[in-house]
């Protein structure tokens, strides 16, 4: 009797883009999947094939083959292909949570519309896996999850079917694909092959399955077109091998038959990062910053501007731009790939993915600006006041604090007032006077041109009180009186504000905290090193020494009534390629310019680098010391949480004699911050788009990478990485753009303060650094600030209350994460997230909304709440809110 059962699954992983474009893609895909379907409709006996796991090919296929969806429709249905329930494959360490659960979200509505939805959290390829999967995967309904990177061989402890356990407690049973997902690609019965290579590949399974019976066999490939002949083959094995039984399986299948009893107690927590079986990448994080970034910027339009902007429109009557978002959301699924976000790419490709994040930004900026237009009209109708200023608050409790925004006047001088007459602080961050041009008007005499008067534009930075929660205020523009104070030049060498002082001395930046008394000498540097790697990896250069770039000169200092501002110059020479570099030599000018900004009543100092690259082949760092030592463990955000991840690697010292797939250095993603504590300080970057970071444990530094130059897409032996080089191996090609020879900019905050770590103050500070505000001024001076704004539009409602708040949460250590319309109705979605370990109870107040549920993330309804409820520590709760408008 046969005593092992061989689960081969068909499949196919499908890169969206990489070293090809997305049109190479689909047309590739079309052939394929057009050929697929006669081979399953032929061949009953040929049972399933998996297609990835994703749900954009559906839509993609059916685009060009409409006519072919009721044959797609029905494999589906009988289960013999599998689609979902990811829209494209994500990288789960380089896109915000809330991208990740959207992704899944309209991978799952999709799939399940074509009949079923892959019932396994499926992540074969991914560079690393978010610790929160595990509980989004459950949130979906999904029990199942199988993939191959970042899991060391110790955590399987003999099977490779574990329990895979998030941060708030939820898991799945997981598989950990031993050899990737295409050990089975070119199976045959031929002897030779069988004895050669199948059999010892059955044995390791045998192996590494100590308590199992049944072992996975994936039998696929990048864009690989269906083995005819597996079902044959699979016939002819169970001949050939008296041992074994080989199956036509799926994934699905085999998770149930592995699992019946449930008989793998194994447990693993958390993110895996692992590169000991399967390549990570961990300095990916880094490359091709300007697309991090501008996707960082997307994201956050998106999620924490437009959508809860929006719903705040639909709570007052106007339509909710639900196609368009739609349309968006799988634009950005497709930027979003493991490939894509990374930037392992051609340059072609990359050219393509930054120009869709362009177009969504533009898409959303416009959005934006009609929704703040019709609701700043509808105003202004209701209050009969024409020169109004609306601030919009997109978080859920009242807000106090800072706000910039645009207003233009006749005149330089004015004030904001509020409407019982008092004066809103101002400060003038910047003005200029434009001309108004010439206006043409039709007379009976033919046309004429027409002078028209000059007006001012000024950014300004408003000290706003008490502004409603996830709602609005209105504030009245008053010109030709005082109330806006400019900023003007000090010759002092040092800012502060009540929490923070930086002052400079003789070149070097000392950081000041001002409650303790604790200061920060060499405050910050700039590292620059070689880069010898490739699109995939930083790799050092044998024999290079970093060249620091320590010494600063002073610019300016500006001080106003809310803002103090330093802005420092350092100059180094670097070597302007690889070959300069080994040489010993340096002729490229590297010059950083860094603006510091410390605000009234904020715990963090505001820091922004400009530069251009001229050099090729190498990175650069920022340094910023801490005022913690000898910490063992640094911290970063994860989806709903922190992470504490250890300074050194116990791996490090012996990765190569026990053959490593890549080394594990200590080079680490985080979503929005970073830092390191003990228990006297906690000291954190928060970042805009910045994805990687070190610590430097000699120096007490932490190490934000600012970006990698490199030019070629994949390399043989690097220092860092042996062996053959990754993604396309067989031809050398060339990335020129990916050298980032431009100018750019970095944006980030520091957080330093004499306390314990406390989770829910570093995501406190993340929501106000990055900013959840619009700002809208109706006024007829400029029709160009924004780009739809001298258009004429219809305004679907005619009036709207001087404020208004659609709800707010009680509590200030809970957050909103998502605020959107629900994919299937009209009802709104919320998601409150607890980033304490403790439970937090939680009170929604509205005068808005008649019915409250509780969802999983497939927003399907799980209960009823009335009064308050309860989020776990680290876990969250997702809310269905109806009432007027919202259902």
């Not at 994936?218 to 002819?236: I, K, M, S, W």
């Not at 994460?817 to 939680?842: L, Y």
């Amino acid at each position: 009797m046969k005593n092992k059962r061989v689960h081969v699954v068909p499949h196919s992983h499908w890169d969206r883009e990489w070293y090809f474009s997305i049109e190479d893609s689909n047309i590739l895909l079309v052939e394929n999947i057009d050929h697929l379907l006669n081979v399953l409709e032929r061949d009953e006996t040929y049972s399933a094939y998996v297609f990835d796991g994703q749900s954009s090919i559906v839509e993609e296929y059916l685009n060009i083959r409409p006519e072919n969806r009721e044959r797609m429709k029905k494999l589906i249905e009988q289960r013999r292909l599998f689609i979902g329930p990811w829209y494209t494959q994500t990288d789960s360490l380089l896109v915000h949570k809330e991208s990740m659960i959207r992704n899944l979200l309209y991978g799952t509505k999709i799939a399940q519309s074509m009949g079923h939805s892959m019932e396994i959290g499926y992540l074969p390829d991914i560079f690393g896996q978010n610790g929160y999967l595990p509980s989004i995967f459950r949130g979906f309904g999904l029990e199942f999850s199988i993939l191959q990177r970042g899991v060391y061989t110790e955590q399987l402890n003999g099977d490779v079917n574990f329990v895979w356990k998030s941060p708030d407690g939820q898991s799945v049973k997981a598989n950990h694909l031993y050899f990737g997902y295409g050990p089975g690609k070119f199976l045959s019965s031929d002897q030779e092959y069988v004895e050669n290579r199948l059999i010892p590949i059955i044995e390791k399974l045998e192996e590494v399955n100590e308590h199992c019976d049944h072992l996975l066999l994936p039998a696929g490939g990048d864009q690989v077109l269906v083995r005819e002949h597996f079902p044959e083959t699979v016939a002819q094995l169970n001949r050939i091998d008296p041992k074994r039984e080989y199956v036509l399986s799926d994934y699905e299948t085999f998770m149930k038959e592995a699992w019946a009893g449930e008989p793998f107690p194994n447990v693993i927590e958390g993110e895996l990062l692992a590169s000991q079986r399967s390549r990570i990448h961990h300095t990916i994080r880094s490359q091709r910053y300007d697309i991090k970034q501008k996707n960082a910027i997307i994201e956050h339009k998106l999620l924490h501007v437009l959508e809860p902007l929006a719903v705040i429109g639909q709570a007052l009557g106007l339509p909710y731009p639900k196609r368009w978002l739609d349309q968006m959301w799988k634009q950005l699924f497709d930027v979003h790939a493991h490939d894509s976000i990374g930037g392992c790419n051609s340059d072609e490709t990359n050219r393509d993915i930054v120009h869709r994040l362009e177009k969504l930004e533009r898409m959303a900026d416009g959005l934006v600006n009609l929704l703040k237009k019709r609701i700043t009209y509808a105003i202004s109708r209701q209050t009969g006041n024409e020169n109004i200023y609306v601030t919009f608050n997109l978080l859920p409790r009242p807000f106090s604090g800072l706000i910039d925004g645009v207003i233009f006047t006749k005149d330089p001088h004015f004030q904001l007032v509020t409407n019982d007459g008092k004066g809103v602080p101002a400060e003038i961050v910047e003005q200029h006077y434009l001309p108004g041009g010439k206006q043409i008007v039709v007379t009976a005499e033919g046309e004429k041109e027409i002078d028209v008067q000059g007006y001012y534009r000024t950014v300004v930075r408003l000290q706003v009180d008490h502004v409603p929660a996830l709602g609005y205020c209105t504030y009245q523009v008053i010109e030709g009186t005082g109330g806006c104070e400019k900023r003007i030049l000090d010759q002092e060498t040092r800012i502060e504000n009540e929490y923070l002082a930086l002052s400079y001395e003789q070149g070097t930046l000392r950081l000041h905290h001002q409650p303790s008394g604790e200061t920060v000498t060499n405050f910050i540097r700039f590292e620059n090193t070689g880069d010898a790697g490739d699109s995939y990896d930083y790799s050092p250069l044998e024999g290079d020494k970093p060249i620091y770039m320590e010494k600063a000169e002073l610019l300016s200092v500006e001080k106003g009534p809310l803002t103090e501002k330093m802005v420092v110059r350092h100059i180094g020479v670097i070597p302007s390629c690889l070959s300069e570099r080994e040489k010993g030599e340096c002729s490229s000018k590297l010059e950083i310019i860094t603006s510091f900004e410390l605000r009234k009543g904020e715990e963090i100092i505001r820091v922004c680098h400009q530069l251009e690259n001229q050099a090729e082949d190498h990175r650069l760092r920022v340094l910023l010391t801490a005022p913690v030592a000898g910490a063992k463990t640094s911290f970063a955000d994860q989806a709903f949480s922190l992470v504490e991840r250890p300074v050194e690697s116990k791996y490090l010292t012996n990765w190569r004699e026990k053959r490593f797939a890549e080394a594990p250095v200590p080079i680490y993603p985080l979503e929005n911050a970073a830092g390191l504590y003990d228990d006297r300080f906690v000291f954190a970057a928060l970042t805009k788009g910045m994805k990687e970071y070190e610590v430097l444990t000699e120096t007490n530094e932490l190490a934000l990478t600012l970006f990698r130059s490199v030019g070629v897409l994949g390399k043989d032996d690097l220092l860092w990485r042996p062996g053959r080089a990754s993604g396309i191996n067989n031809k050398v090609v060339y990335t020129p753009d990916a050298q980032m020879k431009k100018k750019m900019d970095f944006e980030y905050a520091i957080y330093m303060a004499n306390e314990t770590l406390n989770p829910a103050k570093i995501f406190a500070h993340i929501d106000r650094y990055r900013g959840h505000f619009a700002s809208y001024q109706r006024q007829q001076l400029n029709t160009f600030e924004e780009r739809l704004e001298r258009f004429e539009i219809p305004y679907p409602i005619e009036q709207a209350p001087e404020s208004f708040s659609l709800l707010e949460v009680d509590r200030e250590d809970v957050f909103m994460s998502v605020c959107k319309q629900a994919h299937d109705d009209s009802s709104i979605i919320v998601r409150f997230f607890n980033p304490t370990s403790e439970r937090k109870t939680v009170m929604v107040k509205s005068n808005h909304i008649k019915e409250i549920e509780e969802t999983n993330l497939a927003e399907e309804t799980i209960r009823t709440i009335e009064g308050p409820f309860v989020v776990d520590g680290k876990g969250y709760m997702t809310l269905k809110l109806k009432g007027t408008n919202m259902s």
